[in-house]
């Protein structure tokens, strides 16, 4: 299929069918991009003991909340190729390709290196406990080094998607998630390298997908093209990824931090504890995936109908997103819920261990819906070029509320039932307001496409 015919068909009904198979390669792409952490915590769980599994599992919020600054700008990428592509504007579609791809590299240089160094420092911050705090420590310096070639990967295949391209994104993460799952075995089943071993499995996949996310760029023609030779910064579509992006990315850094304070107070219930709650976060991160991916689904499929001037169809866009996100949720998360002994065991036998898991399971899991609500709702948003309102409505709702219910509620009734119970709450409270925003935003939006002029043929 052509660029044009491919950009006029996600513009044409019937969408639902469209937006399910625009989200089954996202969703897989997703599930095998977490596997890379899940298959790190299993092994050194299953080879090294709990210990080592609570050093790695722990330092999920501390990575999340030094990297979704720059990961956020993919979003833009995303949001800005796709209204290119639906307007029919190659000239600003090619400034986008030719400006993300350094953009990441030059991120992911800054992040590496701020991570690398500081990464201890914030450890201690997070009262890690000093049984893990060398293995955590060891694991994100490693980590860190790889940070280059994850942002490059995840920019390249921002680009890829909005081309509506996801099945090449899934097969460079099947191969090198084989590579990080074999690695991660060799090194610490056979050399007894625990963190070591699964920290560098973890960052040779993460080059290998890099280096195959640019080859594919490389060889394809029309939007998406990429060529080393042209590779350069354009300042406006910088700006318009960064006005985009920016919010995403500090949305999401504030999100880590409400989450780095939360993983701070289950760290004080001790080691035991964190590898529970290590294994049912990672348990929950596939069903969290599956439903980001449908919101990016839902922002794709609304930027490409922004820029071709469907109203209509953005709309569309949007309900049937929620339905096929609620069903998502509603079936992963429960099913994750009941099959919570059998799944945590994967990552340890421990019984307490388990306990602790599916404690978390019940109050996080199995409403999950909500937060697929939640994304949903700010991926047409930030379809329709919106990111600045849905960042400020996510901070007072979710970040706010957990925080506050941190420092009142769980400093009252000091259990992991309390702390947990802080995540539904803020979903239902971000919801409403994101349904407010949402209204106002396409109201505007519907507004400035009537008024806009005809769009140029291809």
Not at 135 to 148: N, V
Not at 156 to 178: K, Q
Not at 284 to 298: D, K, L
Request: aromatic share 10%.
């Amino acid at each position: 299929m052509s660029e044009a015919s491919e950009s006029k068909d996600m513009c044409q009904r019937p969408l639902l069918r469209k937006i399910i198979l625009f989200s089954l390669p996202l969703i897989a792409t997703g599930i095998l991009q977490l596997l890379y952490n899940a298959a790190d915590i299993v092994v050194v769980g299953q080879f090294a003991g709990h210990t080592a599994m609570a050093a790695v599992g722990s330092t999920g919020a501390l990575i999340n909340l030094i990297t979704n600054l720059f990961i956020g700008l993919s979003v833009g990428v995303l949001s800005c190729m796709s209204r290119s592509i639906g307007a029919n504007d190659a000239a600003r579609a090619d400034q986008v390709v030719h400006t993300a791809i350094p953009v990441s590299l030059i991120g992911g240089v800054i992040v590496g290196a701020f991570g690398f160094f500081a990464s201890a420092g914030l450890l201690v911050w997070m009262q890690t406990p000093e049984s893990v705090l060398p293995l955590s420590a060891i694991y994100l310096k490693i980590y860190f080094l790889g940070m280059p070639f994850m942002t490059l990967y995840n920019f390249g295949a921002s680009v890829l998607r909005a081309c509506g391209d996801t099945r090449r994104p899934l097969l460079i993460l099947f191969l090198a998630g084989l590579v990080n799952v074999a690695l991660n075995y060799i090194l610490v089943a056979w050399f007894s390298l625990g963190v070591i071993g699964v920290a560098v499995g973890t960052t040779a996949s993460q080059f290998l997908s890099a280096i195959a996310v640019v080859a594919v760029l490389i060889r394809r023609r029309g939007f998406g093209h990429f060529s080393l030779r042209r590779m350069r910064i354009n300042r406006q579509a910088l700006f318009e990824m960064t006005r985009i992006g920016l919010p995403a990315g500090v949305q999401g850094t504030i999100f880590s931090v409400s989450n780095v304070i939360i993983q701070s107070s289950i760290n004080s219930f001790g080691d035991i504890a964190m590898a529970g709650n290590a294994a049912a976060a990672n348990l929950e991160g596939f069903v969290y995936i599956s439903m980001n991916s449908i919101s990016q689904a839902c922002l794709t499929f609304t930027a490409r109908n922004y820029g071709a001037r469907n109203a209509s169809n953005m709309r569309l866009v949007l309900y049937q997103c929620l339905g096929i996100v609620t069903v998502v949720g509603v079936v992963m998360g429960g099913a994750v819920y009941l099959l919570a002994g059998p799944l945590l065991s994967i990552y340890n036998g421990d019984a307490q261990v388990i306990a602790y898991g599916a404690e978390r399971l019940l109050i996080v899991c199995a409403p999950y819906f909500l937060c697929g609500i939640m994304e949903v709702v700010v991926g047409s948003l930030r379809g329709m070029g919106c990111s600045v309102l849905p960042m400020l409505s996510a901070i007072a709702g979710v970040c706010g509320i957990r925080i506050v219910w941190i420092y009142t509620i769980f400093a009252w009734n000091r259990t992991l039932l309390t702390l947990y119970l802080s995540y539904p709450i803020s979903w239902i409270i971000t919801i409403a307001i994101h349904l407010i925003c949402y209204f106002i935003i396409r109201n505007r939006t519907e507004r400035q496409i009537r008024s806009a002029p005809p769009i140029p043929e291809p």
